[in-house]
């Protein structure tokens, strides 16, 4: 059976870092050798398990995608790159052709989805690559629809903490937080809490020193308007090798998929296997 050519863009990033060196490592695929970097990184390769990545800047993509392409004729992209990429690169995706999974957050999610959906490729487009995580949102999501208001008049309180680096809010927290909405709690989005203080995330949140560099905490607190009850959710991710192998299930499940045209698929796609 031939491998599943797959492309990683975000590279020297650490989680697009982290997603290459599993497929490296996985018998079923193959790493492309390129990818689609940002305006601040001035190398022009990036080595991973011994393999040399050429990256590729904005400037030079559209020339150097026809080279990509004259070498690999169906591949999968994933991307892990800016959350200010998000739509420029789905874009590219659509205009040349490269079924994708979106495993960076922000952007605008909607136009994206609308566009992949008017366009001749499917994706894999989801807030969080994290299978556990994801099933996790869809207990939430299961019931916020069974049972509206199960919390009313109660006041939900949500800290998240990622490393540094990491540019936005939470995707999953803001997820999770909806569908608490509708189960009736008290939230302002404004009082979300976020951490990215590697100092507070040692000394405070006691997260292992060797994770601060990546890692993802949230617990999200309910109480009840007399104070007399309350209910935690909490769910603490070190490292990112929860989001690589996500990530892999949805390349292949993607792959499986690849004579459907125009279609958004989820990560709870990839968790019925459907």
Same mark, same amino acid.
Not at 5 to 29: F, R
């Given at each position: 059976?031939? %491998?599943?050519? &797959?492309?990683?863009?975000? @590279?020297?990033?650490?989680? =697009?870092? $982290?997603? *290459?060196?599993? +497929?490296?490592?996985?018998?079923?695929?193959?790493?492309?050798?390129?990818?689609?970097?940002?305006?601040?990184?001035?190398?022009?390769?990036?080595?991973?398990?011994?393999?040399?990545?050429?990256?590729?800047?904005?400037?030079?993509?559209?020339?150097?995608?026809?080279?990509?392409?004259?070498?690999?004729?169906?591949?999968?992209?994933?991307?892990?790159?800016?959350?200010?990429?998000?739509?420029?690169?789905?874009?590219?995706?659509?205009?040349?052709?490269?079924?994708?999974?979106?495993?960076?957050?922000?952007?605008?999610?909607?136009?994206? %989805?609308?566009? &992949?959906?008017?366009?001749? @490729?499917?994706?894999?487009? =989801?807030? $969080?690559? *994290?299978?556990? +995580?994801?099933?996790?949102?869809?207990?939430?999501?299961?019931?916020?629809?069974?049972?509206?208001?199960?919390?009313?008049?109660?006041?939900?309180?949500?800290?998240?903490?990622?490393?540094?680096?990491?540019?936005?809010?939470?995707?999953?927290?803001?997820?999770?937080?909806?569908?608490?909405?509708?189960?009736?709690?008290?939230?302002?989005?404004?009082?979300?809490?976020?951490?990215?203080?590697?100092?507070?995330?040692?000394?405070?949140?006691?997260?292992?020193?060797?994770?601060?560099?990546?890692?993802?905490?949230?617990?999200?607190?309910?109480?009840?308007?007399?104070?007399?009850?309350?209910?935690?959710?909490?769910?603490?991710? $070190?490292?990112?090798?929860?989001?690589?192998?996500?990530?892999?299930?949805?390349?292949?499940?993607?792959?499986?998929?690849?004579?459907?045209?125009?279609?958004?698929?989820?990560?709870?796609?990839?968790?019925?296997?459907?």
């Amino acid at each position: 059976m031939s %491998k599943i050519k &797959v492309m990683v863009n975000g @590279i020297p990033g650490n989680v =697009a870092v $982290n997603v *290459a060196t599993h +497929i490296i490592n996985e018998p079923e695929m193959e790493l492309v050798p390129w990818s689609l970097t940002g305006p601040e990184i001035t190398d022009e390769k990036y080595t991973i398990d011994g393999i040399d990545i050429q990256l590729i800047k904005l400037e030079n993509r559209d020339e150097l995608i026809k080279q990509v392409k004259d070498n690999y004729d169906y591949f999968i992209t994933v991307d892990y790159t800016h959350p200010t990429a998000v739509n420029i690169n789905g874009d590219f995706y659509i205009k040349n052709n490269l079924p994708f999974v979106m495993g960076t957050t922000g952007g605008d999610r909607e136009l994206l %989805k609308e566009n &992949v959906r008017n366009s001749e @490729i499917s994706a894999i487009i =989801a807030p $969080n690559m *994290a299978k556990q +995580i994801t099933g996790f949102q869809a207990i939430m999501e299961y019931a916020a629809k069974t049972f509206p208001g199960l919390f009313d008049g109660y006041d939900l309180t949500v800290v998240e903490s990622h490393q540094k680096g990491k540019a936005d809010t939470s995707g999953t927290a803001k997820a999770v937080i909806r569908e608490f909405k509708k189960l009736g709690t008290n939230f302002k989005d404004e009082d979300l809490k976020m951490e990215r203080n590697p100092e507070i995330q040692k000394k405070e949140w006691n997260i292992p020193e060797e994770h601060l560099g990546g890692h993802g905490w949230h617990t999200y607190t309910l109480d009840s308007n007399k104070k007399d009850v309350r209910f935690a959710f909490t769910h603490n991710i $070190n490292g990112r090798d929860i989001y690589s192998k996500g990530t892999i299930d949805g390349v292949k499940y993607l792959y499986n998929k690849k004579d459907i045209r125009g279609h958004v698929f989820t990560m709870i796609d990839v968790l019925k296997k459907n």
